[in-house]
């Protein structure tokens, strides 16, 4: 008997309609066009503005999606993992209520917390309990609504995050395609590199808090783009040596979408050297944290070729990181 392998079968996404242009920043924050553009590749991104929605809003639209385009009944789910680093509450989990709203009455759902990799190790998990055989329809999806936890009068941040999601549908596959192999990584070393101080455990919410602005996001850019770099290629560098992948058996990466400058440091380091390989959609969302990856798979679906060798790269706070390296499953 072959191997179960887990492939993505489906994909869905959502944005918000309304755009945050660099020019609106501008009027906001001492920035320019020209920095951002230079520095990190952004141009616009899409903010959530509905106060009385958080980022289960963003994920249950973009699960719509995929439902929609799959023709799956949502009752057929067992499992939602739902990767964000924004969860609608602290306690009440955000993937149950998403997993409600969408009719997946036979699944069970838990959110998982990994910073900007989240999605990628929720792939993981998704792959292990479906080659087990445990499962065998694991939606992942990975959404943040980033602007409610940005400080729009930090020019360090407040240019950087969107808002947004993305959605996959994992299933069983007996032709070796899907998940091939993976180098995931962590270390507590970039705690105090990118992080929001308070709210948690350790110092929860108090008047004084909210006065120090302690509950938004903070980041020491300079630490974070330097350990995202060397980290992020590295683990990518591995695992095409691994798999005896070289830059021309490599259709595609699809990386993290942080900084256009990480993203071509990460594909330079694995020679890809045809610009068309890298996809990049950071120019009209920014960084959107947990939806990056499969915000990228749903705008680049289109140009997926079954058999596709896929490079999946991310870095994100904690520090957390990773490279997987996955055979697309279908034409569309
Ligand atoms: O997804 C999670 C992982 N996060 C990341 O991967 C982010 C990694 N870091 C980065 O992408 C970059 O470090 C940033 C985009 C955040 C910053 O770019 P940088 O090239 O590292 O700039 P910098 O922090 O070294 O700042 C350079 C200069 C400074 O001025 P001085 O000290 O040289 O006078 C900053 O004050 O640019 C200034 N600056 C700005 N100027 C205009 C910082 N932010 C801005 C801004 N507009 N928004």
């Known amino acids: 008997m072959s191997k179960i392998t887990a492939a993505i079968t489906a994909v869905g996404a959502y944005v918000p309609e ?13 920035t320019n ?3 951002i553009t230079t520095r990190t590749g952004i141009k616009e991104r899409r903010i959530l503005k509905d106060p009385k929605k958080g980022t289960s809003y963003l994920a249950i639209q973009a699960a719509k999606e995929l439902l929609q385009k799959s023709n799956l009944d949502p009752k057929e789910i067992d499992l939602i993992i739902m990767a964000t680093a924004t969860p609608d509450m602290p306690v009440a989990s955000t993937g149950v ?13 838990y959110d998982l917390q990994a910073a900007c990799s989240s999605f990628l190790y929720g792939m ?9 055989g445990r499962y065998k329809k694991v939606v992942v999806i990975g959404a943040d609504k980033m602007s409610s936890i ?7 941040t407040c240019i950087i995050f969107g808002d947004g999601a993305g959605a996959v549908l994992m299933e069983p596959n007996n032709e070796g395609l899907g998940l091939q192999d993976e180098i995931l990584r962590s270390d507590s070393i970039g705690r105090e590199s990118l992080k929001i101080e308070a ?42 040596k691994r798999n005896n992948l070289s830059n021309e058996d490599v259709n595609w990466l699809v990386a993290h979408q942080a900084n ?23 120019q009209r969302y920014g960084n959107t944290t947990s939806a990056t990856l499969p915000l990228l798979l749903s705008d680049f679906e289109k140009n997926f070729k079954k058999g596709d060798n896929i490079i999946f790269a991310s870095f994100g706070g904690g520090f ?8 697309w499953a279908y034409n569309s």
């Open 18 to 30: 309304d755009v945050l242009t660099n020019k609106m920043l501008e009027e906001m924050v001492d």
């Open 33 to 35: 066009d020209e920095w």
């Open 97 to 109: 209520h998403v997993a409600t709203q969408i009719g997946a009455t036979n699944a069970f759902s």
């Open 124 to 132: 993981s998990t998704a792959a292990a309990y479906i080659e087990s």
């Open 150 to 156: 940005i400080d729009y009068t930090d020019r360090t």
């Open 199 to 240: 709210g948690g455990s350790i110092t929860p919410p108090t008047e004084e808090t909210v006065a120090k602005k302690l509950h938004f996001v903070r980041q020491d850019g300079k630490t974070v783009f330097k350990f995202a770099v060397s980290n992020m290629a590295g683990v990518s560098e591995q695992i095409m």
């Open 260 to 282: 256009k400058r990480i993203i071509d440091a990460t594909a330079n380091r694995m020679g890809l050297n045809d610009e068309s390989k890298v996809l990049m959609n950071i």
């Open 320 to 327: 957390t990181w990773g490279a997987t390296y996955l055979k």
